[in-house]
């Protein structure tokens, strides 16, 4: 078990300042700026808490964090880190915003037995409310571990972010 503490002790680093570094910037906002900092949870395969950050104020582009817990196959931890492009155009809506979602990633697959890397594709759909910092969000994604062994691992989930 010790040859893993290095790992987790890198991840457990690499999420501490994420969040560190994004409640210095929600907090150094005004309170007239558009909300691009989102806190969640997601459930499905895997089920856990999520984390979006829009890289502009105007959409388009987002970085997801997801941290998790799979009761599935080998009792695994995840955590995963995408880009994701937002089509806001697609699908025309009345209210609020309703854009589908592409993008690539990395996903880390671990437990006391194994530890996975591999390359996901994000695909989904999500709705921003328009008169609530809040979006939910279903997303498909096809993972390609390929350390140490090349296998596949589809993860599929439902969930829902606030905007701070």
Wanted: charged residues 10%; aromatic residues 22%.
């Amino acid at each position: 078990m010790k040859k893993y503490s290095k790992k987790y002790s890198l991840i457990f680093l690499v999420i501490t300042f994420f969040i560190i570094f994004n409640y210095q910037i929600v907090f150094a906002k005004s309170k007239s700026e558009p909300k691009i900092f989102g806190l969640g949870i997601f459930l499905g395969q895997p089920s856990g808490i999520t984390a979006k950050y829009w890289l502009s104020s105007k959409g388009g582009n987002a970085l997801e964090f997801n941290l998790a817990y799979s009761i599935m196959k080998n009792n695994y931890f995840y955590f995963s880190a995408s880009y994701l492009i937002h089509f806001f155009d697609i699908i025309p809506t009345s209210e609020g915003q309703a854009p589908l979602i592409l993008g690539i990633g990395i996903s880390f697959q671990f437990n006391p037995n194994i530890f996975y890397t591999g390359i996901k594709i994000p695909l989904g759909i999500s709705y921003i409310f328009s008169n609530a910092p809040i979006d939910i969000f279903f997303e498909v994604a096809p993972v390609l571990l390929i350390f140490p062994e090349t296998t596949f691992s589809p993860e599929i989930f439902l969930g829902i972010r606030y905007y701070f």
